[in-house]
T-cell receptor, first 113, second 109 residues
Framework: EAQVTQNPRYLITVTGKKLTVTCSQN?????MSWYRQDPGLGLRQIYYSMNVEVTDKGDVPEGYKVSRKEKRNFPLILESPSPNQTSLYFC????????????FGPGTRLTVT | DAKTTQPNSMESNEEEPVHLPCNHSTISGTDYIHWYRQLPSQGPEYVIHGLTSNVNNRMASLAIAEDRKSSTLILHRATLRDAAVYYC??????????FGTGTSLTVIP
């Protein structure tokens, strides 16, 4: 089944403790992206990647890191999480240039205390 | 400032058409207009997209104003399964996606 998977689905952590949210897609997509969703603000793009070893900042990249060492994986790293990063995070992928449909993962709800 | 603005909520009776408006007055010539919807407890899913011309697919139609400063998503016959939050989005030439805050659609049986 073609899908985007995220792990973990739920995470509660404390301020300053490094964490990684994994994202994987099995569709051989070139393009991957991370979003956060907050009440009243909709979804905002954090980082995106057009292909392996190519990443670009989105609208709200501060406090986040990403890497794209393999085509299928695009982990989101929070080196020192803070409470304002409490949010619902979505990973998405699409085939590549000229394509338009993004496929979203099920989301990761992160709480930073 | 948000690049798109949408009404917070709308209601429709089942099996009637629904017109969901979106304003994007600062759209640039290379921005695509996308619509996604999000069902409860799920990630968004693609509905439709366009650049200048009106578009139709199996899910919906997209009507784009001639000056491209607004667009309307049209669901031809709303069903209960269409109850969701609908997002109007601009995608720029750098492949950044700018979501609006969404319209929560309630379908009344």
């Amino acid at each position: 089944e073609a899908q985007v998977t995220q792990n973990p689905r739920y995470l509660i952590t404390v301020t300053g403790k490094k964490l990684t949210v994994t994202c994987s897609q099995n569709m051989n997509h070139e393009y991957m992206s991370w979003y956060r969703q907050d009440p009243g603000l909709g979804l905002r793009q954090i980082y995106y990647s057009m292909n392996v070893e190519v990443t670009d900042k989105g609208d709200v990249p501060e406090g986040y890191k990403v890497s794209r060492k393999e085509k299928r994986n695009f982990p989101l790293i929070l080196e020192s999480p803070s409470p304002n990063q409490t949010s619902l995070y979505f990973c998405a992928s699409r085939a590549g240039t000229g394509t338009y449909e993004q496929y979203f993962g099920p989301g990761t709800r992160l709480t930073v205390t | 400032d948000a690049k798109t603005t949408q009404p917070n909520s709308m209601e429709s009776n089942e099996e009637e058409p629904v017109h969901l408006p979106c304003n994007h007055s600062t759209i640039s010539g290379t921005d695509y207009i996308h619509w996604y919807r999000q069902l409860p407890s799920q990630g968004p899913e693609y509905v439709i997209h366009g650049l200048t011309s009106n578009v139709n697919n199996r899910m919906a139609s997209l009507a784009i104003a001639e000056d491209r400063k607004s667009s309307t998503l049209i669901l031809h016959r709303a069903t209960l399964r269409d109850a969701a939050v609908y997002y109007c989005i601009l995608r720029d030439g750098d492949n950044q996606f700018y979501f609006g805050t969404g319209t929560s659609l309630t379908v009344i049986p």
